[in-house]
């Protein structure tokens, strides 16, 4: 029998990091330079937030149109909007507003905030006798402290339900969907909306686990996904970092499945086709994404409405985040921006 102690398994790498994406009270709007510049707002103003999330972008808004302008702010997740904390929210700095609406609150002027998805912005603004605004945002990525609370699901590096909803009082939850959608839905879903050329194999093997068993935690969606698309390392020049060829299955797995469970492109079709009827002449729509299919679709759209004359201007490529931006923020790495100005009534 040898003496030699056995050697200890290595961990995976991404078990190693549990400490939190987001530092705690922390929240970094992404592109905020740039969407101030966009859309230029001016006291007296009326804005729309479509995302309203921890406030980040709003406050700033608020700031520009206060003091006789006004917010409409809505969200998705009913947390964001209430007076008490989300339960995923980091403890503030001290002294900082607790909430969205406490910052707000703290930052002057006039707002309302919905509980609605951006898709019916037209309800929205004639429950507040609004029927055009000078401005609207849309940041379509999700908070940082929504992902890092492993309660919600939407991280594979921290385990927790596969839940996903950024509403979570309807709709069939991520795990509901992985558990019945057929093989063909499922790869369409990989491939169309997480551009994972490994699509038909992940959901095969998708189907065979939850034949033995329903599929329930991040974890377990995160084990059949690295078995079946195992990364083969490219270590050679211009080739991108390890961990980032590591992690591509599983993180375009997990964001396909959240952007089916909450449904975002069709939401975000929809906000797109209604744009120029709430906008004033003049108005300014600004779009933030974090998926190509997002882009395409605000790419699209910007630039039918500007060869149909109901623009009269849109941004000419989409603005991306600066180098220090990225770096100081690793999540803003992807963001792309996009904006389009209505026409005024003499161009229509």
Request: hydrophobic letters at 45%; charged letters at 30%.
């Amino acid at each position: 029998m040898s003496d030699e102690a056995p050697k200890k398994k290595k961990r995976p790498f991404w078990r190693k990091r549990a400490r939190r994406s987001t530092a705690a009270g922390g929240h970094r709007p992404v592109l905020l330079a740039e969407v101030l510049e966009a859309l230029d707002l001016r006291p007296g103003q009326v804005v729309v937030d479509c995302t309203l999330g921890f406030a980040g972008h709003a406050v700033e808004l608020l700031r520009r149109v206060a003091p006789d302008g006004l917010l409409i702010a809505t969200d998705l997740d009913a947390g964001n909007l209430g007076t008490e904390p989300p339960a995923w929210a980091a403890p503030p700095a001290d002294g900082a507003p607790a909430t969205a609406r406490a910052k707000l609150e703290a930052a002057g002027g006039l707002f309302a905030l919905h509980h609605s998805n951006f898709a019916g912005l037209p309800t929205v603004l004639a429950l507040e006798g609004v029927s055009h605004v000078d401005a609207v945002l849309a940041d379509l990525g999700m908070s940082s402290m929504q992902v890092d609370d492993r309660d919600r699901g939407f991280s594979f590096m921290r385990d927790g339900p596969l839940d996903m909803r950024m509403d979570r009082a309807r709709g069939r939850t991520a795990a509901d969907l992985l558990n019945a959608l057929p093989v063909e839905d499922l790869a369409a879903c990989f491939r169309d909306l997480g551009d994972e050329p490994r699509a038909d194999a992940i959901a095969t093997a998708i189907v065979a686990r939850r034949a033995a068993a329903r599929i329930e935690r991040t974890k377990e969606l995160r084990e059949i996904v690295d078995a079946a698309a195992p990364v083969r390392v490219d270590r050679g020049p211009g080739a991108p970092p390890e961990r980032k060829q590591l992690l591509g299955p599983v993180t375009r797995v997990f964001q396909a499945l959240r952007i089916l469970t909450n449904r975002e492109l069709a939401s975000l079709q929809q906000l797109l086709r209604v744009l120029p009827a709430v906008l004033k002449p003049g108005g300014v729509a600004a779009v933030i994404s974090f998926h190509s299919g997002e882009d395409r679709l605000v790419k699209a759209a910007f630039r039918a409405g500007l060869r149909a004359g109901v623009y009269g201007a849109i941004s000419p490529d989409a603005v991306r985040p600066t180098f220090d931006e990225r770096k100081a923020n690793p999540r803003a790495r992807s963001a792309k921006l996009r904006w389009a100005r209505r026409a005024a009534r003499s161009e229509e």
